[in-house]
Nanobody, 119 residues
Framework: VQLQASGGGLVQAGESLRLSCAVS????????MGWYRQVPGKQRELVAA???????TYSDSVKGRFAISRDGAKKTVYLQMNSLKTEDTAVYYCNAKGVSGPFWYGEIWGQGTQVTVSS
């Protein structure tokens, strides 16, 4: 079971990016999927999360600019990032909690994808 993230890149301030994260493997259900980010020297922080029921959570720094969505059938989570700021520059990590299949997988992290916002 793996999470494969994509969509990072280099953009200018004010522009948009869309991150995607797909789950591969034999999975029955996932409770919560989300995105975290980390910059060098700082702890990884939650950006946004969405439950299987559609409840969303956002960090204060991205509210109103980012939108998280989820395609249950495709086991994919998206992060639409609008009005990007230089302080959004970070490595973004996909996360899944409560992952179950033939086995209980618990929590899974994807590889990071770099987002760089230039001024």
């Amino acid at each position: 079971v793996q999470l494969q993230a994509s969509g990072g890149g280099l953009v200018q301030a004010g522009e948009s990016l869309r991150l995607s994260c797909a789950v591969s493997g034999n999975i029955f259900s996932i409770n919560t999927m989300g995105w975290y980010r980390q910059v060098p020297g700082k702890q990884r922080e939650l950006v946004a999360a969405i439950t299987s029921g559609g409840t969303t959570t956002y960090s204060d720094s991205v509210k109103g600019r980012f939108a998280i969505s989820r395609d249950g059938a495709k086991k994919t989570v998206y992060l639409q990032m609008n009005s990007l700021k230089t302080e959004d520059t970070a490595v973004y990590y996909c996360n899944a909690k409560g992952v179950s299949g033939p086995f209980w997988y618990g929590e899974i992290w994807g590889q990071g994808t770099q987002v760089t916002v230039s001024s």
